[in-house]
């Protein structure tokens, strides 16, 4: 099947309407000031979030196959996209008396944290809210548990229709492999649909080699799989049961794609496994170098050697972050979107300098100066694992994807001190309405003393047992979340940059925190500076570590980075600047722009739309870089 993608140059992704996501959240929240605030150029910000505006970016969502099929059944073919457009821009509400509008607007496009995208239909409800939107998620979802890719699903099982996930669905290896663990010897075969690939239809030459980011909660795989000639075009669940192994491929075979999959980092051995059971270190029988960015590159280098007797070359954690990013940036054109529907939020054609940051366990801050130079200029150690940690810790919930859903039902005013709690009233002399969060957790010590003085009887504390867990999940969401919005928005500030891109798990497409940080932002710059969020925003690093054989540029325009980056972690204080040279590695040649043509995804893979690279990777995996230790 081949796609064409003309024309569907806006990568914005929007779940739902901005209006209504936050439903439960937007009376009491940071950013609602601006509501209330007629001074503040948020209140005209907000018209882009009307209806017609998400159907847009429903309609021009990046995501895949829905994309694909809503944006012609819906806009081209009905021609409903003009009049759409017309009335996003001249007014605030928009008519949505016709059935069939009636209909787009009551349906979701979601991206799980599978990454795998489904529409819902919320058709009992005119204002679909993320709440209620959820709930009809969850039961939808559940009646399709039977499309849940197992274990047992091929490998290379990319050009296989995508399931209908559950919301509940674990989302990575670890967990699936842990269900064979009983059996002594792990599964030859694993769940890898977790991200979805990019197609690589140019390659010519072989990949031999693999990479991995090893964080302090997950660890990041990234491999490639030549395209199996008689897969091709060929949409049946036919693929082989293994990844075909790396010295397997011949320059005949041209094309493959890039897998993307992750582990718990606790559980390092289930990486390790899946490495070896697929041979991913192995060429001609014997153990090859293995490029490993992140912590887990010093911590585990040992361990990688007992085991798959790999030398472990380890690549800065900064530098490959950066380098993953212009890369997808550069080269792929549906990588980047807006949370908020914008018209210009398209993927840059020309580099941008920029603020990168990436929300793993810890937050760190970059200033992208070009392509080739950047520094970690901030940090914060309240980020992902701070959410995760605490939010394990006040409701019991040890499960990442589990927490999420519960912020989805929460109020976080119950637990949330607003300004309302302590005025009474808004606080508009200086911007604040009623229902801005004061302090976060900040009405729990208030509630839990009023009942303590009235019955005293209960010296456990188990009257903060009246918290609802949903609550107390969606306010830890809101305080990480704006607080990273906030870190963001000063940093970007700071050196005069209006595009901040965010990577990291914590982020994983999730509405919700997408939604408080785009709106953090939006608030504080007063709709001047964006937040951008990357498909495979969990990658960065790992994709990165991939390409440092040669630090492939694919735009013409663009230099090849050449990294001479620190060697060691940096703190928050330090820098790493790469030097700035224009020198192409020899081996580091483009074939086109990815942005020249029409995106032509030929390989037969619904996830490929859009996420496809035209760039022939000449990666010398003999070529030493200037970053290998
Ligand atoms: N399935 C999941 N399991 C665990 N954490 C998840 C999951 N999905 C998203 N997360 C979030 O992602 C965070 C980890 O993100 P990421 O993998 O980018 O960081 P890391 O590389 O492990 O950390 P660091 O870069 O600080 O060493 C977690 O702290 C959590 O907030
Ligand atoms: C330590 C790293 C870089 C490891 O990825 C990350 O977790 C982080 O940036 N933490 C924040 C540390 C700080 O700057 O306060």
Known sequence: MSLNLKGACITDYHTNNNNHTDNNNNKNNILDINQNNNNNSRSHHHNHHSPSLNLISIAYDNLGFIYHHLFNVITLKSGLLTPLLISSSSSTTTNTSSPKIKSILNQSIY????????????????????????????????????????????????????????????????????????SGSPPKQHHVKDERPISLPNQSSPIKHFALDIGGTLSKLVYFVQNNSHNNNNNNNTSTSTIPSSSTTTQNELGGKLHFIKFQTKNIEDCLNFIIDNKLHLEDGKPKDVRVTGGGAYKYADLFNEKLGCRLIKEDEMHCLIVGTNFLLNNIQRESYTYSPTPNAITPREFVDKVVLQIGSGVSVIKVDSETSFQRVDGTSLGGGTFWGLCSLLTGVTDFDEMLEMTKNGHSNNVDLVVGDIYGTDYSKIGLSSETIASSFGKIIYQSSTEQSSDSSDGNNNNKQQFRKEDIAQSLLKMVSNNIGQIAYLNSQRYGLNKIYFGGFFIRDHPNTMQRISFAIDFWSKGKTKAMFLVHDGYLGALGAFLAPNEVAAAPSSPSLSSSSNSTPTTTSSTITTSTTNNNTTNSTTTKNAHDDDIICDCGCEFCEGLVCKVDLKIDNDTPTTSTK
């Open 111 to 182: 991206r799980n944290n599978n990454n795998n995208i489904f529409v819902n239909n919320n058709n009992n409800s005119s204002a679909s809210s993320s709440k209620s939107t959820m709930e009809s998620n969850s039961s939808s979802s559940s009646s399709n548990n039977n499309n849940n890719y197992s274990s047992s699903q091929p490998l290379d099982s990319g050009n296989q229709t995508p399931p209908i996930p559950t919301t509940q669905q674990s989302s990575d290896a670890t967990h699936k492999h842990n269900h064979h663990q009983h």
